[in-house]
């Protein structure tokens, strides 16, 4: 009977992130999650979303790249460790994530079109995007950099030097 307790905790340990996968990236997260939302503390909810946000992150990218995925022999590790990571309130790793990567992507307007069709550039079918890129560039650079890169874009197309009247 001894030899197959330690068979059995064999097994255990050489299946452990099989084993330990769900339990750590579904199982405790679910119990925490409806945990949450029995308590008034809006930051064990925020912890939790935030966390489901996550984790369907990673699971859309292992479902894109599954391919590539299997010939890493390291991932399910990498992503054990990844989900402690991100589970565990003492490393609160979701929320490291969101807070710098995840938020100011969609909370700056910062989206990625990915259906954009460029158009011609002479000719652009929207003035006001235009406009609202200048603002943003001059607000973030500068005018004299605005200027200096209406410059450099004259110089590109034109091959010679333009020089602009400031006496406005």
Request: aromatic share 16%.
């Amino acid at each position: 009977m001894g030899s197959g307790a330690g068979n059995f905790l064999k097994v255990i340990l050489k299946n452990f992130d099989v084993l330990a996968g769900p339990v750590v990236s579904l199982v405790y997260p679910l119990y925490a999650s409806i945990q949450a939302i029995e308590t008034k503390n809006p930051v064990d909810d925020q912890q939790w979303l935030t966390y489901w946000i996550m984790y369907s992150m990673i699971t859309l990218f292992e479902l894109t790249f599954a391919k590539v995925l299997e010939w890493i022999p390291i991932w399910p590790y990498a992503k054990l460790i990844l989900t402690c990571w991100l589970v565990l309130p003492y490393f609160s790793g979701a929320a490291y994530v969101y807070e710098h990567y995840v938020r100011p992507f969609f909370v700056n307007g910062q989206t990625i079109n990915i259906w954009y069709v460029p158009g011609k550039k002479e000719h652009p079918s929207k003035p006001d995007d235009i406009l609202t890129a200048a603002e943003k560039y001059i607000q973030e650079n500068g005018t004299q950099e605005f200027e200096n890169l209406i410059n450099r874009a004259d110089k590109s197309r034109s091959g010679g030097y333009r020089t602009y009247d400031k006496s406005y």
